[in-house]
């Protein structure tokens, strides 16, 4: 028995599979291109988050005024 007859075998018989499940996918609309890596990065936010990031940030923006105006931190 010829393994790697064998396995080079296989690997033609999955790439030959792979490329029928990527046309039926495109006829299907659904498809994601082999080798593609997931998004990655930053989540969105909704417009109540980002409301709170902004009142967040503005609190510390002022304090950070605050304590600039009064000579602590510089």
């Given at each position: 028995?010829?393994?790697?007859?064998?396995?080079?075998?296989?690997?033609?018989?999955?790439?030959?599979?792979?490329?029928?499940?990527?046309?039926?996918?495109?006829?299907?609309g659904?498809?994601?291109?082999?080798?593609?890596?997931?998004?990655?990065?930053?989540?969105?936010?909704?417009?109540?988050?980002?409301?709170?990031?902004?009142?967040?940030?503005?609190?510390?923006?002022?304090?950070?005024?605050?304590?600039?105006?009064?000579?602590?931190?510089?």
């Amino acid at each position: 028995m010829d393994l790697q007859k064998t396995i080079e075998e296989l690997y033609a018989e999955k790439e030959k599979l792979e490329r029928v499940i990527e046309s039926l996918e495109l006829l299907q609309g659904t498809s994601v291109p082999l080798g593609t890596v997931s998004r990655r990065g930053r989540k969105s936010m909704d417009l109540k988050e980002r409301q709170q990031v902004s009142e967040r940030m503005k609190r510390y923006w002022a304090l950070q005024r605050a304590a600039r105006a009064a000579g602590v931190g510089s």
